[in-house]
């Protein structure tokens, strides 16, 4: 009997056709694919979902977030190999496969007026360059549903929004033919939805923050709240929550994986467990963009994919 509409099949499967679901998660730096739609990534893999991570920068100018690592390497070279073994072991964590795009971190740039990103750096390439090996694996991997920020990034990182503008790009151009082409590549393809992650919405942050203060506990996120509330911003559309409390020990296990950016004792750690689980036990999406009809809200990436395999051009 078919699934009702909306949910994905326990299999990973397409109806129609007995093909694998699949689903590439766009993301800047190793390390935000455990804090953005981990929990999902996880729970689709185990369901039997083809499920890939691109990594488009090697986090190369990263700082040492985490008090307990100790120094840091010295040199993007060796920062960049350090964090490809934490890569490693969070993608193991979240059952993912995981590529790198292969572009250099741009880092974080602070002062005013800021400074100039470095040269040759991911936020400096050329889009149709930046894009066109993101679009050669859309082709190959030949996903249903491409997960990434939204135009701001999540944050004013360049990386974030280079890493939005390839994402989207690909969505687009993948499957037009006439575009990047390249001698033996892929065939065209077109994914049939495009999500925007949503897990640092302040409808997110607030929730717990109320629930924290509910149960009488000290809240990581008042001043968060406070200065997010003064700025005033906007909150963008959310049309998609995804069960995905069951998976938190492997996001958290991810998370963990990064350490020299989580902190087991810090901000991601901060509320407990069942009582997230109990007020926020879901991740949520904002649907960009769908080739497929669909009904709003939903609560699967994959609804209104499973009729058939779709994507080709």
């Not at 993101?134 to 030949?142: A, G, H, I, K, N």
């Not at 998976?247 to 020299?260: I, M, S």
């Amino acid at each position: 009997m078919a699934e009702p509409a909306g949910r994905t099949a326990p299999s990973g499967r397409t109806d129609d056709h007995d093909e694998p679901l699949r689903l590439l998660a766009v993301h800047a730096h190793p390390d935000d694919e455990s804090s953005k739609g981990a929990a999902t990534t996880a729970r689709y893999a185990a369901e039997g979902v083809e499920v890939l991570v691109v990594t488009c920068t090697g986090g190369e100018r990263g700082d040492i977030l985490n008090p307990s690592f100790g120094p840091g390497p010295d040199g993007v070279e060796a920062m960049r190999e350090l964090r490809r073994g934490e890569m490693a072991a969070a993608a193991r964590a979240l059952g993912v496969r995981q590529q790198w795009l292969g572009f250099v971190d741009s880092g974080l740039p602070q002062g005013d007026p800021l400074p100039p990103l470095p040269e040759g750096c991911f936020g400096l390439v050329p889009l149709e360059e930046a894009a066109a090996p993101l679009v050669e694996l859309v082709r190959e991997f030949r996903p249903h549903v491409i997960t990434t920020y939204d135009p701001s990034g999540g944050y004013p990182h360049p990386d974030h929004v280079m890493c939005h503008r390839v994402a989207f790009e690909a969505f687009h151009a993948a499957g037009d033919p006439d575009r990047y082409r390249r001698e033996g590549g892929s065939a065209p393809w077109s994914p049939l939805k495009l999500y925007y992650n949503h897990d640092f919405s302040m409808n997110r942050i607030r929730t717990l923050h109320e629930a924290m203060q509910g149960a009488g506990l000290e809240s990581p996120f008042g001043d968060w709240v406070e200065s997010r509330s003064a700025r005033e911003i906007p909150e963008r559309e959310v049309t998609t929550r995804v069960d995905a409390a069951a998976f938190y020990p492997q996001r958290d296990a991810a998370l963990v994986a990064h350490a020299t950016q989580i902190d087991p004792d810090g901000f991601f750690f901060a509320i407990p467990r069942d009582l997230e689980v109990d007020v926020w036990p879901y991740e949520e999406y904002e649907l960009a963009e769908s080739r497929v009809p669909t009904t709003l809200p939903e609560d699967d990436l994959f609804a209104g994919v499973r009729g058939g395999a779709g994507g080709a051009a």
